[in-house]
């Protein structure tokens, strides 16, 4: 399902160049073979069937899912949960990181409130020499439908984009599992405060 949604993001990367907002999904989603609201997606894979050998198949082969690396993406990143900024322990987190990396720090908040994330980017600066850019989805809550909202890969894969990232040399500091989930799929490394 991970490497499903990383696909899927990245397809609607390359028709839009952007994250379309809910509105702009629902209509693709309507007249764009392939692409796909988040709960359409998870509706589809609950209710798929995998192929069985009793169904008369001669046999069923099951094959591990590898991505290909993508020769334009070479750089290694952070990306970074904002409320993980505002955790004791966040600047032991990074030690290890390049701080000279691009950094992307990421936030939902259905309010469009950027208090948190405004205040976890300023903190990131005064220790980072990388380029730093903040993404926040304002979306509301329920079920998701855009891509852009955490634990979806929308955000860190729009900045692995826009800046050569590779997500699989990356790093992704975060504060649970959903965080820790979504740095499984994209193939980072997970990292907390301590």
């Known amino acids: 399902m991970a490497q499903a949604q990383i696909n899927l993001v990245e397809r609607l990367l390359?028709?839009?160049?952007?994250?379309?907002?809910?509105?702009?999904?629902?209509?693709?989603?309507?007249?764009?073979?392939?692409?796909?609201?988040?709960t359409s997606q998870m509706r589809t894979v609950r209710e798929l069937e995998p192929p069985a050998d009793d169904e008369g198949f001669a046999s069923v082969e099951r094959r591990t899912f590898a991505r290909a690396p993508n020769p334009g993406r070479t750089v290694a990143g952070v990306?970074?949960?904002?409320?993980?900024?505002?955790?004791?322990?966040?600047?032991?987190?990074?030690?290890?990181?390049?701080?000279?990396?691009?950094?992307?720090?990421?936030?939902?908040?259905?309010?469009?409130?950027?208090?948190?994330?405004?205040?976890?980017?300023?903190?990131?600066?005064?220790?980072?020499?990388?380029?730093i850019e903040a993404a926040l989805c304002p979306h509301a809550?329920?079920?998701?439908?855009?891509?852009?909202?955490?634990?979806?890969?929308g955000l860190p894969l729009a900045f692995a984009r826009a800046h050569g990232?590779?997500?699989s040399r990356s790093v992704l500091v975060g504060t649970g599992a959903a965080h820790r989930s979504m740095a499984s799929a994209l193939g980072a490394r997970p990292l907390q405060p301590a």
């Open 141 to 153: 809550a329920g079920p998701p439908r855009c891509w852009c909202r955490p634990p979806l890969p």
């Open 79 to 131: 990306f970074v949960a904002a409320a993980a900024l505002h955790r004791d322990g966040w600047e032991h987190a990074l030690a290890g990181t390049n701080a000279g990396a691009p950094h992307l720090v990421f936030d939902w908040n259905p309010d469009a409130d950027r208090t948190v994330l405004d205040g976890a980017t300023r903190r990131l600066a005064a220790v980072v020499s990388g380029p």
């Open 165 to 167: 990232v590779d997500p």
């Open 14 to 38: 390359d028709r839009c160049g952007s994250l379309p907002d809910p509105a702009t999904l629902r209509e693709l989603a309507r007249r764009e073979p392939g692409l796909l609201t988040p």
